[in-house]
């Protein structure tokens, strides 16, 4: 039952925006996301990241590797 209220307070969070310009009008998606907040933008990547992949693992994956080196 709480991941179905969390499901839709997500769904209602979302805005829904639509514009219609012609095709050679249009800003570039680069200019938009620049122009709008971090936690905006990384919002937009978590959800993408889910629709995509499903809800498996929350946020970005980290990492790290270690070398061992041979002296000499």
């Known amino acids: 039952m709480a991941r179905v209220r969390v499901i839709i307070r997500a769904v209602e969070r979302i805005k829904?925006?639509?514009k219609v310009v012609p095709?050679?009008?249009a800003a570039s998606d680069c200019q938009y996301w620049r122009s709008r907040p971090m936690s905006e933008r990384?919002?937009?990547i978590e959800m993408l990241r889910k629709q995509y992949y499903g809800d498996i693992t929350p946020g970005l994956q980290r990492v790290c590797r270690i070398i061992n080196r041979q002296k000499g």
């Open 16 to 18: 829904k925006h639509v």
């Open 23 to 25: 095709l050679g009008a």
């Open 42 to 44: 990384l919002e937009a």
